[in-house]
T-cell receptor, first 118, second 111 residues
Framework: GAVVSQHPSWVICKSGTSVKIECRSLDFQATTMFWYRQFPKQSLMLMATSNEGSKATYEQGVEKDKFLINHASLTLSTLTVTSAHPEDSSFYIC??????????????FGPGTRLTVL | DAKTTQPPSMDCAEGRAANLPCNHSTISGNEYVYWYRQIHSQGPQYIIHGLKNNETNEMASLIITEDRKSSTLILPHATLRDTAVYYCIVHKIQGAQKLVFGQGTRLTINP
């Protein structure tokens, strides 16, 4: 299947700092990417839809000014957690849909980024 | 997108077939059934999807009932590496394309 990478795989930061997470589709182009957050022992929660060349669409309850999303190219989306606090500690996962595949398409997920805010 | 119902957990012996059920009684005609799995501390992995016909690939088989209100994912010869949380998602291919995850089934393969 297609490959989606994330960088970094884990990060530890101090409270109040900002952290940028990159999501790349390595062998296909994706006009749309998605960002999820997962707390321990819980399911994935969709945070936002990242659209290439336009503003992201955020799910209800997700602060767009805190979680900045940029989708500057067909293979890269970034999520910046601004002024991070301990409650932002979570597993952040991105996905991208390979629109060139068969009808219905599959979404491919990155390996995730574990953020720990001290 | 229609809601799905899955058992919270299942066990299966290594080497046996693992059959994971999913109910999606409110599925509409243009919604596909997708299966993903998530091994601990990793991103979800796509397994298979289908509309109304049964599907098979190198990982699994997907059996969809004729009325499309339920489906079963079959792992024909389960191994210890198949231990994961399995998510059944019903999803339109048009529109927002976002996947909404439920709680899934935690499948444990026992030696």
């Amino acid at each position: 299947g297609a490959v989606v990478s994330q960088h970094p795989s884990w990060v530890i930061c101090k409270s109040g700092t900002s952290v940028k997470i990159e999501c790349r589709s390595l062998d296909f182009q994706a006009t749309t990417m998605f960002w999820y957050r997962q707390f321990p022992k819980q399911s994935l929660m969709l945070m936002a839809t990242s659209n290439e060349g336009s503003k992201a669409t955020y799910e209800q309850g997700v602060e767009k000014d805190k979680f900045l999303i940029n989708h500057a190219s067909l293979t890269l989306s970034t999520l910046t957690v601004t002024s991070a606090h301990p409650e932002d500690s979570s597993f952040y996962i991105c996905s991208a849909r390979d629109q060139g595949r068969r009808e219905g398409g599959e979404q491919f997920f990155g390996p995730g980024t574990r953020l720990t805010v001290l | 997108d229609a809601k799905t119902t899955q058992p919270p957990s299942m066990d299966c012996a290594e080497g046996r077939a693992a059959n994971l059920p999913c109910n999606h009684s409110t599925i509409s005609g243009n919604e596909y059934v997708y299966w993903y799995r998530q091994i601990h501390s990793q991103g979800p992995q796509y397994i298979i999807h289908g509309l109304k016909n049964n599907e098979t690939n190198e990982m699994a088989s997907l059996i969809i009932t004729e009325d499309r209100k339920s489906s079963t994912l079959i792992l024909p010869h389960a191994t210890l590496r198949d231990t994961a949380v399995y998510y059944c998602i019903v999803h339109k291919i048009q529109g927002a394309q976002k996947l909404v995850f439920g709680q899934g089934t935690r499948l444990t393969i026992n030696p």
